[in-house]
Each structure stands twice: as C-alpha cells, then as structure tokens.
Nanobody, 129 residues
Framework: AQLVESGGGLAQPGGSLKLSCAGS????????MGWYRQAPGKECELVSS????????NYADSVKGRFTISRDNGKNVLYLQMNSLKPEDTAVYYC???????????????????????WGQGTQVTVTS
C-alpha cells in the first residue's frame, strides 16, 4: 500500500497550487484522510482532514478560507486546493490515511506506533516572490 503526493512546486505569494495524493493497494474509501505540513525547525502541522467526500472537513486556523480539501473515492485521490498562498505556507506537505486515528499535529511527520494507516513521501511547496 502506498500514498503518492504530487502537485507541489514554486508559487508566488497570492498564487495557487493544487496537491494530489493518490492511494493504491488499500481500500481508500474506508480511510480517514488528511494533509500535514512540516517546515524546517517546526512541528508537523495538521493542515486539514476529511472523512467521507461529503463529510466533515477540518482546517487549521492558518489556512481557513484559503485551502480546500476534497477526495474522490472513485479515483482513490485526495486533493488540497491552496489559494492565496503566503510565504509561511512553505513546507513539505504530506498526505496521511488512517482507519480511525486522531488527526492532530505531531512533532515529526511520519508513522507513529499508534497509527493504523499510511503516509506519503511528501511534496515540497515553496512560496516566494
């Protein structure tokens, strides 16, 4: 089973990027999904999480109104539309799938012993003029 992120890159302040996370070799629809990010010297921040395609979504205060999470269970893909980007959004972005875990910030992005799912390898987002 794996998660593969794509769509990261370089953007100007005020610009947009759309991240994708493709899941394979597991029952994507059964998993809770989320996006995390980690900048150098900072903790692994939970950016957003989603249950079902039409279900509840949660956002970090720092991205509310600018980022939108969505998922397409038919394509096994999780998305993060990022608008009005700011330099402080610069980080490596990771997607995570978990059967029933708590989605919360943690010191370092990556699997923990209590996780019941998967992490992607991360994609770099850099926002600079």
């Amino acid at each position: 089973a794996q998660l593969v992120e794509s769509g990261g890159g370089l953007a100007q302040p005020g610009g947009s990027l759309k991240l994708s996370c493709a899941g394979s070799e597991f029952t994507f629809s059964a998993f809770l999904m989320g996006w995390y990010r980690q900048a150098p010297g900072k903790e692994c921040e939970l950016v957003s999480s989603i249950t079902t395609p039409g279900g509840p979504r949660n956002y970090a205060d720092s991205v509310k109104g600018r980022f939108t999470i969505s998922r397409d269970n038919g394509k096994n893909v999780l998305y993060l539309q990022m608008n009005s980007l700011k330099p402080e959004d610069t980080a490596v972005y990771y997607c995570r799938a978990d059967l029933d875990g708590t989605f919360a910030s943690r010191p370092i992005c990556g699997p923990a012993v209590t996780d019941r799912g998967y992490w992607g390898q991360g994609t770099q987002v850099t926002v600079t003029s």
